[in-house]
């Protein structure tokens, strides 16, 4: 049998986030003696998605959700819960998404992850897309100028076809502006409050 490892040593170990191979790095043994002892203790090993979560983020969650005690806050938090209600991606996994024409609704949203949410300006991303028949010079400067981020933070312009006539083509001159950010437990988490507005009224924005 191999030389056991400390029960309580090896688990505050793997809980503080450090891989298998970490360890065996750290204490000097083999990868395989440590899975065998982490077998053998029945410690709860980490999903693929957990560990690449850990390697990308090794130092916790990069974002912090407030506790929501003001006014202000209870608005802000109902703004953005209802925002992404509306116009949010709900189908991609591991990002937050919130595509639209307003320019408002994305600066709202965008003070809604700060100021609510923790997420670091720094942690956003852009996109953008017009149609064939809009200036993407123009469409670039807008948005640059009215999200007050550098032009080349938007990316390449995706060009749709335009889809007929009228008034559709004036309301989107600027085009389609997507902000998101990547992390799967924030979506989680953002997911979480959205199910809990739905299914239980007496909880209606009010953060669990």
């Given at each position: 049998?191999?030389?056991?490892?400390?029960?309580?040593?090896?688990?505050?170990?793997?809980?503080?986030?450090?891989s298998?191979?970490?360890?065996?790095?750290?204490?000097?043994?083999?990868?395989?003696?440590?899975?065998?002892?982490?077998?053998?203790y029945?410690?709860?090993?980490?999903?693929?998605?957990?560990a690449?979560?850990?390697?990308?983020?090794?130092?916790?969650?990069p974002?912090k959700?407030?506790?929501?005690v003001?006014?202000?806050?209870?608005?802000?938090?109902?703004?953005?819960?209802?925002?992404?209600?509306?116009?949010?991606?709900?189908?991609?996994?591991?990002s937050?998404?919130?595509?639209?024409?307003?320019?408002?609704?994305?600066?709202v949203?965008?003070?809604f992850?700060?100021?609510?949410?923790?997420?670091?300006?720094?942690?956003?991303?852009?996109?953008?897309?017009?149609?064939?028949?809009?200036?993407?010079?123009k469409?670039?400067?807008f948005?640059?100028?009215?999200?007050?981020i550098?032009?080349?933070?938007?990316?390449?312009?995706?060009?749709?076809?335009?889809?007929?006539?009228g008034t559709?083509k004036?309301?989107?001159?600027?085009g389609?502006?997507?902000?998101?950010?990547?992390?799967?437990?924030?979506?989680?988490?953002?997911?979480?409050?959205?199910k809990?507005?739905?299914?239980?009224?007496?909880?209606?924005?009010k953060p669990t």
């Open positions: 049998m191999p030389q056991p490892i400390n029960k309580l040593q090896l688990k505050k170990l793997y809980f503080s986030g450090l298998m191979m970490q360890i065996s790095k750290k204490i000097l043994v083999s990868p395989n003696k440590i899975a065998y002892w982490m077998h053998k029945k410690i709860p090993r980490r999903s693929i998605n957990d690449l979560y850990q390697i990308y983020n090794p130092h916790g969650n974002f959700i407030k506790k929501i003001s006014k202000k806050d209870i608005l802000l938090f109902g703004l953005g819960l209802g925002i992404y209600w509306g116009e949010g991606n709900k189908a991609n996994l591991y937050v998404r919130v595509g639209t024409t307003d320019a408002q609704m994305i600066l949203f965008r003070r992850l700060t100021q609510i949410c923790g997420v670091p300006k720094e942690k956003f991303k852009y996109s953008l897309m017009v149609f064939k028949n809009a200036s993407t010079d469409a670039r400067k948005w640059s100028k009215t999200l007050q550098k032009p080349n933070q938007l990316g390449k312009i995706t060009q749709l076809k335009p889809l007929g006539k559709y004036k309301v989107s001159e600027f389609v502006c997507t902000i998101y950010v990547c992390n799967i437990k924030l979506k989680q988490w953002l997911m979480a409050e959205l809990t507005i739905q299914y239980n009224k007496d909880s209606l924005f």
